[in-house]
């Protein structure tokens, strides 16, 4: 079994969604949490983590973390030798996603409120890699700054799933069309 395939079987998605929810948790699509957001198609999550690349002992940034889900899921990806920092813009969902995340019990994880006016989480740069869950009009290069010097970041940019890989050369790859929420 792959990693992801594993931080799947570890991180039942019922166990992040609303009490009236957890019955569609099964659904390949994303289910309305509240506040504008989804918690996304696990088809798509599990493309984005792969993308993603994540291993053991990364720091690991969650751009609009939500329920807490691919938070959580990424805390598996890194074990406890990694760091997982969530960020959601809405307060009511940072707190869902904060306690589900909690309820986990994987202490190197967790899910706060996104910072006013700031994208991602600069005082904690850098990450080895930035999963972002909402849409980009443009290239965000605000969150690629707060990416270590081999870093990876997955982010939809105009419907088309994005990774950017730093090292001896910045390489930006495109791999196919999405639909998320738009990045606020």
Same mark, same amino acid.
């Given at each position: 079994? &792959?990693?992801?395939?594993?931080?799947?079987?570890?991180?039942?998605?019922? &166990? !992040?969604?609303?009490?009236?929810?957890?019955?569609?948790? &099964?659904?390949?699509?994303?289910?309305?949490?509240?506040?504008?957001?989804?918690?996304?198609?696990?088809?798509?999550?599990?493309?984005?983590?792969?993308?993603?690349?994540?291993?053991?002992?990364?720091?690991?940034?969650?751009? /609009?973390?939500?329920?807490?889900?691919? +938070? *959580?899921?990424?805390?598996?990806?890194?074990?406890?030798?990694?760091?997982?920092?969530?960020?959601?813009?809405?307060?009511?969902?940072?707190? !869902?996603?904060? /306690?589900?995340?909690?309820?986990?019990?994987?202490?190197?994880?967790?899910?706060?409120?996104?910072? *006013? /006016?700031?994208?991602?989480?600069?005082?904690?740069?850098?990450?080895?890699?930035?999963?972002?869950?909402?849409?980009? *009009?443009?290239?965000?290069? +605000?969150?690629? &700054?707060?990416?270590?010097?081999?870093?990876?970041?997955?982010?939809?940019?105009?419907?088309?799933?994005?990774?950017?890989?730093?090292?001896?050369?910045?390489?930006?790859?495109?791999?196919?069309?999405?639909? !998320?929420?738009?990045?606020?």
């Amino acid at each position: 079994m &792959d990693a992801v395939a594993a931080a799947f079987d570890v991180t039942p998605r019922a &166990d !992040f969604l609303p009490p009236e929810l957890r019955q569609r948790a &099964d659904h390949d699509g994303p289910l309305a949490i509240g506040r504008g957001a989804t918690c996304s198609q696990p088809r798509t999550v599990a493309a984005m983590l792969g993308l993603l690349a994540v291993q053991p002992g990364d720091r690991v940034l969650d751009v /609009g973390a939500g329920s807490g889900w691919t +938070t *959580a899921l990424l805390a598996a990806l890194t074990g406890p030798s990694g760091l997982v920092i969530g960020v959601e813009l809405e307060p009511e969902l940072a707190d !869902f996603g904060a /306690g589900n995340v909690r309820r986990t019990q994987r202490p190197w994880a967790s899910v706060t409120v996104a910072a *006013a /006016g700031v994208l991602g989480d600069p005082d904690h740069a850098p990450y080895d890699r930035i999963l972002v869950s909402a849409n980009a *009009a443009v290239l965000p290069l +605000t969150l690629e &700054d707060q990416l270590a010097p081999d870093g990876r970041m997955v982010v939809p940019v105009a419907g088309v799933m994005t990774v950017v890989q730093l090292g001896a050369e910045r390489v930006v790859t495109e791999h196919g069309r999405y639909s !998320f929420v738009p990045l606020r």
